[in-house]
Antibody, heavy 117, light 109 residues
Framework: EVQLVQSGAEVKKPGESLKISCKGSGYSFSTYWIGWVRQMPGKGLEWMVIIYPRDSDTRYSPSFQGQVTISADKSINTAYLQWSSLKASDTAMYYC??????????WGQGTLVTVSS | EIVLTQSPGTLSLSPGERATLSCRASQSVTSSYLAWYQQKPGQAPRLLIYGASSRATGIPDRFSGSGSGTDFTLTISRLEPEDFAVYYCQQYGSSPLFTFGGGTKVEIK
């Protein structure tokens, strides 16, 4: 059974750094693109970024390029999303997604990030 | 950038009724690049339809997708209580690689 299990909720202050994680299981982690989708409170879905764990090739949405960094450790089947300096506007639910061909077939349970002073 | 516009924003229907949701693209979308997702409150989205008309694993046959070019439709033939949720369309293409529509909420009338 394919599973994407994300790290727990985070509460941070503006300016702080953060790294959230997503562990894949039940499939060949290295050979599927994996990425992140943002959902701000009460809003819709926004695709952010994907990575191919086998060679760490990445694709960023222009809206998120330079704002976040994706990485993956194929030895432990885990992908990460990190911020170097959080803003209040980063408050959102972040979903880990597995990308196959042209869509996202599996979703993690979500990680709620709250940024507040 | 391809923009997806979903309508209506909210659909108020009763269980047993037929739901027709629209997703219109600002430019032509390859049919195989159009997907639909369902999101219930407090849950992650789940894949319903890919390739415009192929149901994902485990999705009941009351859900169907159709369309081509710039106009796509998700139809729920007879609404069950568990179908009241928000539905998103998504396309795959050039930069950005993926875009989502704004969503349609199907609520109980």
């Amino acid at each position: 059974e394919v599973q994407l299990v994300q790290s727990g909720a985070e509460v941070k202050k503006p300016g702080e750094s953060l790294k959230i994680s997503c562990k894949g299981s039940g499939y060949s982690f290295s050979t599927y693109w994996i990425g992140w989708v943002r959902q701000m409170p009460g809003k819709g879905l926004e695709w952010m970024v994907i990575i191919y764990p086998r060679d760490s090739d990445t694709r960023y949405s222009p809206s998120f390029q330079g704002q976040v960094t994706i990485s993956a450790d194929k030895s432990i089947n885990t992908a990460y999303l990190q911020w170097s300096s959080l803003k209040a506007s980063d408050t959102a639910m972040y979903y880990c997604v597995r990308h196959t061909t042209t869509f996202f077939d599996y979703w993690g349970q979500g990680t709620l990030v709250t940024v507040s002073s | 950038e391809i923009v997806l516009t979903q309508s209506p924003g909210t659909l108020s229907l009763s269980p047993g009724e037929r739901a027709t949701l629209s997703c219109r693209a600002s430019q032509s979308v390859t049919s195989s690049y159009l997907a639909w997702y369902q999101q219930k409150p407090g849950q992650a989205p789940r894949l319903l339809i890919y390739g415009a008309s192929s149901r994902a694993t485990g999705i009941p046959d009351r859900f169907s997708g159709s369309g081509s070019g710039t106009d796509f439709t998700l139809t729920i033939s007879r609404l069950e209580p568990e179908d009241f949720a928000v539905y998103y369309c998504q396309q795959y293409g050039s930069s950005p690689l993926f875009t989502f529509g704004g969503g349609t909420k199907v609520e109980i009338k």
